[in-house]
């Protein structure tokens, strides 16, 4: 069984503050989704990483997937209150199903 | 196409009631996945299909459980005896086949069992 940890498990930061989540595993992946979920809402992809060491910029989120393909983070500059969701990371490894971490609920006061 | 479509959006039933939700996919994906999730969790994989075969199914999914998608579009999830530990979000997403297998969620279906 693949397993995805998330981390911290919950933030609760000012607006402008940087913030970094992180997610591990210790199995390999050939591609890892990043999602940010609001409450009673689904899950949004926000972005997909495959290569080792890849760097995506969205905005101001920084994802990055480690060079062994095992983990990645995801790095936020000066937070918003509109950051405020559950950032989800999953993995996939060849064609199999994608597999879920437990989150980081972000909350960004004004 | 405006995306993953799930109806209903809420749904409260008594136990032991029949529940069935539905999805409907971006048109062109021919993959179709069902998640649960609970409070404080992230979503658990249910069920997989491939156009109308279902490919795979997790050990979560019980015998009231079952799943179809006659045509290879839309899909449709029952839940057979409801119980109170079946109160869950119900998510449905879609996705191309490879090399592209970005799944796209719907908004979900809010399941409390009474």
């Known amino acids: 069984t693949q397993l995805l940890e998330q981390s911290p498990q919950f933030l609760s930061i000012q607006e402008g503050e940087n913030l970094t989540v992180y997610c591990n595993s210790s199995?390999?992946?050939?591609?890892l989704q990043w999602y940010r979920q609001e409450p009673g809402e689904g899950p949004v992809l926000l972005v997909t990483v495959v290569t080792g060491g890849e760097v995506k910029k969205l905005k101001r989120l920084t994802f990055q997937f480690g060079d062994a393909r095992k983990d990645s983070s995801l790095h936020i500059t000066a937070a918003q209150p509109g950051d405020t969701g559950l950032y989800l990371c999953?993995?996939?490894?060849?064609?199999?199903?994608?597999?879920f971490g437990k989150g980081t609920m972000l909350l960004v006061s004004p | 196409d405006t995306g993953v479509s799930q109806d209903p959006r809420h749904k409260i039933t008594k136990r032991g009631q029949n529940v069935t939700f539905r999805c409907d996919p971006i048109s062109e994906h021919n993959r179709l996945y069902w998640y649960r999730q609970t409070l404080g969790q992230g979503p658990e994989f249910l069920t997989y299909?491939?156009?109308?075969?279902?490919?795979?199914k997790s050990r979560l999914l019980s015998d009231r459980f079952s799943a179809e998608r006659p045509k290879g579009s839309f899909s449709t999830l029952e839940i057979q005896r409801t119980e109170q530990g079946d109160s869950a979000m119900y998510l449905c997403?879609?996705?191309?086949?490879?090399?592209?297998?970005?799944?796209?969620f719907g908004q979900g279906t809010r399941l409390t069992v009474v």
């Open positions: 299909f491939q156009n109308e075969a279902q490919l795979e």
């Open positions: 199995s390999v992946f050939s591609s």
């Open positions: 999953a993995g996939r490894s060849g064609y199999s199903t994608l597999t």
């Open positions: 997403a879609s996705s191309l086949g490879a090399p592209t297998p970005e799944a796209f």
